[in-house]
Nanobody, 124 residues
Framework: QVHLGESGGGLVHAGGSLRLDCTASGRTETTSAMGWFRQAPGKEREFLATIGRSGGVPTYADSVKGRFAISRDNDNDMIFLQMNSLKPEDTARYYC?????????????????WGQGTQVTVSS
């Protein structure tokens, strides 16, 4: 079992920045990758970014490429999402997730563990 907890959400003006943190606990050594997703009211959960447990080249959704950056600290079982140039359309609840799958890490259905999420609101 792996437990995830996000922090760092809040209210920010358009063009601003936020950093989201996710702390993992439990059997993290069984995971192959961790990622960030978001869900806005009335919309489906959207993939944002993912990074393998051993690092490597992260994968990003086109909607956030160049603005968001995912990183990880394996010593402390944490991942981060640095979000820059935020837009009102980035407003959503943001989730950290972990998977033990070795296939498409962009697919939310393959993630076994999810945090409770943290709200990000971007005002215009």
């Amino acid at each position: 079992q792996v437990h995830l907890g996000e922090s760092g959400g809040g209210l920010v003006h358009a063009g601003g920045s936020l950093r989201l943190d996710c702390t993992a606990s439990g059997r993290t050594e069984t995971t192959s990758a961790m990622g960030w997703f978001r869900q806005a009211p009335g919309k489906e959960r959207e993939f944002l970014a993912t990074i393998g447990r051993s690092g490597g080249v992260p994968t990003y959704a086109d909607s956030v490429k160049g603005r968001f950056a995912i990183s990880r600290d394996n010593d402390n079982d944490m991942i981060f999402l640095q979000m820059n140039s935020l837009k009102p359309e980035d407003t959503a609840r943001y989730y950290c997730a972990a998977t033990s799958s070795w296939t498409d890490w962009r697919t939310s259905a393959l993630y076994d563990y999810w945090g409770q999420g943290t709200q990000v609101t971007v005002s215009s």
